[in-house]
Structure formats: C-alpha cells, structure tokens
C-alpha cells in the first residue's frame, strides 16, 4: 500500500503489543515515542500499522531533536 504518496511493506508489529497498548488507554496512560527515526519516518511507519493515534506527539523524542 501506500502511505502520502510512500510505498510501504507490511512492518510487523510483536504478540502482545496492541494488547498492552489497550490495557494503557484503558488507565489512561500518555504514551510518547523515543526513536532515532525522524518524526516524519516514524509517523509513516506508525501510520502504515495503524498505531499512529495511540501515541503523543508533545511527549515524544525524533532524531532531529537530538542535542549532542
């Protein structure tokens, strides 16, 4: 499929890992991301998995927001 205008592949996503991302929104949990991808790579990817909407982008680390 593709994802604006990128082709993506199937990313796979680990046993148990929609389950506990149900089990913290149940708790109301804030979730952010800490990847060295690029916030615009990691949205893509998020997206392609369908998991982008579970997460909070203001609490969340992107390679280009790194200070070395």
């Not at 993506?8 to 708790?27: N, W």
């Not at 916030?39 to 070395?68: M, N, Q, Y």
Request: proline share 3%; hydrophobic share 45%.
């Amino acid at each position: 499929g593709t994802v604006t205008g990128v082709q993506t592949c199937a990313l796979p996503i680990l046993p148990g890992v929609v389950a506990l991302l149900d089990a913290l929104s149940e708790r109301r949990a804030r979730l952010g991301i800490l990847t060295g991808n690029l916030r615009g790579g990691a949205e893509i990817k998020l997206r392609a998995i369908g998991l982008h909407e579970r997460f909070d982008g203001t609490i969340s680390a992107f390679a280009e927001e790194t200070v070395w």
